[in-house]
């Protein structure tokens, strides 16, 4: 009989945890998604200034160290972004952004939206509307932009 107590309490210390496991948790908070998609307005809205305006120190705090872009002309890292827009060979003159739609999954945002914009790279033109997904890891309690895409399209 002795040695049954301990074993049992041993059992119960151990095996509880593993039980608990077994229990539907309730499901975390959902941020409200207004407020959310409110949240990415600005922050891509803050991007498009910074492409505007060629403010690398700007947008260097809303992309992330491994930033990759993926586009019509080829791809591009955060530093060769940021180096074009300090040599003035990108060029935005306006850009009008709609339709985004925000999807948070933990720490990771996907973004996706749609553009018009006049627009130059290297003294060509690139005016046009754009679709676009840009995805956000949310680190340190910040979003900062870790992959972005564009692809041209045509209004039917």
């Known amino acids: 009989m002795k040695r049954t107590i301990p074993a049992i309490l041993l059992f119960v210390t151990f095996a509880w945890p593993v039980f608990g496991q077994n229990q539907a948790s309730p499901p975390p908070a959902k941020r409200d998604q207004a407020a959310l998609e409110a949240e990415f307005a ?3 809205n803050q991007w498009a200034e910074a492409d505007k305006s060629k403010d690398a120190v700007a947008l260097g705090l809303l992309l992330a160290n491994d930033w990759t872009y993926l586009g019509p002309f080829g791809s591009e890292t955060k530093a060769q ?3 074009a827009l300090q040599a003035g060979t990108d060029k935005l003159e306006s850009i009008t952004l709609m339709d985004m739609k925000v999807r948070v999954y933990g720490n990771t945002a ?3 939206g749609h553009e018009h914009e006049k627009s ?3 003294g060509k033109d690139t005016s046009g509307d754009y679709m676009w997904t840009d995805v956000f ?3 340190q309690g910040h979003w900062l932009a870790v992959n972005s895409q564009d692809t041209p399209f045509t209004k039917k």
């Open 81 to 83: 972004h940021l180096a």
């Open 110 to 112: 996907v973004v996706t």
């Open 42 to 44: 600005k922050i891509e």
């Open 120 to 122: 130059s790279s290297g």
């Open 137 to 139: 890891v949310n680190r």
